[in-house]
């Protein structure tokens, strides 16, 4: 037996009003999804245990089995290990948004999703005024950056800018948990406020909003970490002795690697919804011959609920059902090989509030030979109903790769 997990982003969603009270799972057109329920058995999956904040990197370790309370380190260590950026035993990373402020407000957590080539240009400014001995900033991808500060201290208490959408920032600036951070605090505030001063008349900012687009006129750190260890899949289940991770975001490539998974590089996966479905699926397809296990990771939908973009979510959804879903169903019933697999989203990204929850979200498990139960549809309220009922902690992973 040979297993995929299919990760929606965010997908997860509560009921809208415009929609009559359906959530988009309910109203989008999902019908390979839906044919997946009624032939497996489905249930709800509590991703973030209490205690924790909604964050993708909880949700996600927290799918794989992980102990949340074994893990100590945030989503910008995951991403430092994604990125190919080595990391110190005294080094402090942290995640660098470029964001688009208008007075006092955080306007934009992506800066208008500006494209990785702007983006490298303006990072490489900041790392050339701000930048030394200590301080050291690294180009990602999008509004996705990384700053590692030597020697700094972790205990600081920073907002993740997609929490803080149309809202005052300095409510949410840094702030220490303990005396012995101050310093680091406060310097993590000074670089964020000279960003300011530097990005706003800079050149490739000026041609943005000559073009109608918003301006980066600003970064935001925050998810302050050190280095990330984990324990490999292989030494907790037996199933798994060989796995690669498909993502376009460095978060869940590092997660994926600390977890002894190969990373797999595709041609035109963006994390949006314009992002290469086909190259994706063909990855995953191509790695199944040879691995046991591939977490199948699609962004799109996330953006989408943090955009608070309806039309666009739902358009995800439905991309992710047809071209990935389908697809990977159709191939997968001529294999000699029996292929179980997994759909389900990290966490909910509901587009009225435009942050994550830590509501339970959907699942469903299905592979040649499985008693499916009686859910005809793959949405929130109809997964409630299933077999499965609801899972936490390494639940869901146990009963996956119990086949």
Known sequence: ?????????????????????????????????????????????????????????????????????????????????????????EDLVLRCNLINIEGDFLNNHTAGYITTEEAEVLITYLQEHLGNDRIRFYSGKQYRHLVVVKEGDKRV????????????????????????????????????????????????????????????????????????????????????????????????????????????????????????????????LDTLVTDDFVYLHIEACDEAGHAGDIPTKLLSMENIDKQIVGPLYEALKSWETPVSIAILPDHSTPCEIRTHTSDPVPFLIYYPGIVPDNVQKFDELECAKGSYGLLKGNQFMNEFLRV
Not at 63 to 72: C, M
Not at 228 to 257: C, R, W
Request: proline share 6%; charged share 20%; net charge neutral.
């Open 157 to 284: 208490e920073c907002t993740p800018p997609h929490e803080v959408p149309l809202q005052p920032y300095y409510y949410y600036l840094p702030k220490a948990i303990t005396v012995e951070a101050n310093h680091t605090a406060s310097l993590i505030n000074d670089l964020m406020s000279k960003s300011q001063k530097l990005l706003a008349d800079h050149p490739v900012n000026q041609n943005r909003i000559n073009k109608g687009k918003v301006p980066a006129n600003a970064i935001w750190l925050w998810s302050p970490s050190h280095r990330a260890k984990i324990k490999p899949l292989s030494e907790i289940y037996p199933a798994i002795q060989k796995g690669s991770v498909i993502s376009a975001t460095d978060l869940i490539k590092g997660i994926g690697v600390c977890a002894g998974l190969h990373s797999i590089k595709v041609e035109g996966a963006t994390g949006l919804y314009d992002t290469d479905y086909k190259n994706k699926l063909d990855a995953a």
């Open 1 to 89: 037996m040979k297993y995929i997990i299919v990760l929606c982003d965010g997908m997860s969603d509560r009921p809208i009003k415009s929609l009559n009270n359906q959530t988009l799972l309910q109203h989008a057109r999902t019908p390979n999804m839906d044919l997946l329920a009624s032939l497996g058995r489905t249930g709800q999956l509590l991703t973030i245990p209490a205690g924790f904040d909604p964050g993708s990197e909880v949700a996600n370790i927290s799918i794989l089995g992980y102990d949340l309370s074994d893990i100590h380190e945030g989503r910008a260590a995951f991403e430092a290990v994604g990125s190919g950026v080595e990391l110190q035993n």
